[in-house]
């Protein structure tokens, strides 16, 4: 069942005839009542980077703003239209980071439910192991706060803002063994 702040519960209008009565037609569309005019409810695609120094310990960032300010992510971000996954990821550590790529790998890919404003939105985050050609210059900008290098083994979930964050930690420490 859809949460109160799911599309398919926020959008009563429908966006071509303006008409209410927009209204849930499947798990995963709206249909107008009036004019016919149906609207998918898709996965928004999001990359998230795994990030290492020579210690072996994971590049995380602190969110500037909700949701889940203040917490643990790893850096990445929302992938823009007509973006490649690999041109996002690139796109959005130079921003966040002030770093560039120099190797990537993709991990897979690990859903989540994005609470922004009052909007909840399906993302999917594709992860990938990327390599950065150095770190000097690394600073924080964009929406991030601040960053720190961290053993993944010694992070507590608590501390991660976002569940798929938490999962893709997860993975990665099944993996390192």
Known sequence: MPSNSSPLKLFTY????????????????????????????????????????EENELLFTV???????????????????????????????????????????????????????TVEYSTLNLAFNCTVESFQGLQAADDVSGYVFRDPAHVQHKEIGLESIRNIVTHLLSTDN
């Open 63 to 117: 969110r500037k703003h909700d949701p889940a300010s203040g917490m643990l992510d790893l850096p990445g971000g929302f992938v823009d239209l007509g973006e490649t996954a690999e041109q996002a990821i690139v796109r959005e550590i130079k921003e966040e980071l002030n770093l560039n790529i120099s190797k990537l790998g993709f991990i897979g890919t690990f859903p989540n439910s994005y609470l922004f404003e």
């Open 14 to 53: 429908c966006p071509q005839c303006g008409n209410p009565g927009f209204s849930a037609d499947t798990e995963k569309s709206l249909k107008c009542g009036d004019c016919g005019f149906r609207f998918f409810i898709n996965m928004t695609a999001t990359v998230v980077a795994l990030i290492r120094n």
